[in-house]
């Protein structure tokens, strides 16, 4: 497994174990006490903030938005109650199809 994905794996552990921790305690434990709305909203911010730092072409903040971004993701599935395999499902599906076809594939089941 990669760096990455076993990094990923770590933190969606620690997020999962701090649905029951006090939220005195644990800033992640506050986030999903507060309910999925406001994960999403602190999601949302993140996802900006990535973006600033691409277009400003800024590559140490981009990478460091980019943990937030993720942290803030993996909390927002945790409070919706979805897992990464489920995210992994869909990712899989795609494999082998080009973005093109993914693109009219999308186009004809919105029909
Ligand atoms: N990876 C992260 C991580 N990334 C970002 N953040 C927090 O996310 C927040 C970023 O949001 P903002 O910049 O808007 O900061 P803020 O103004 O303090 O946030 P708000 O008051 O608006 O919620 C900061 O408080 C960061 O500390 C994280 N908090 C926790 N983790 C991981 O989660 C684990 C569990 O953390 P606890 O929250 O202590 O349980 C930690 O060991 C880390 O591995």
């Known amino acids: ?28 434990a506050k986030l999903l006490s507060e309910g999925v709305e406001r994960a999403a909203k602190k999601l949302g911010e993140e996802a900006v903030e990535v ?22 993701f993996l909390v927002t599935l945790v409070a919706a109650g979805v897992s990464l395999d489920d995210v992994a499902r869909w990712l ?10 993914e693109k009219a594939w999308r186009g004809q089941s919105e029909r």
């Open 1 to 28: 497994m990669s760096r990455f994905a076993e990094t990923l794996d770590r933190l969606m552990a620690t997020i999962e174990a701090r649905k029951s921790a006090s939220p005195d305690s644990s800033y992640t």
């Open 51 to 72: 973006v600033i730092a691409a277009v400003q072409q800024d590559k140490d903040g981009l990478a460091s938005e980019s943990a937030d971004l993720i942290y803030h």
């Open 92 to 101: 899989e599906s795609r494999e082998g199809r080009s973005g093109l076809e």
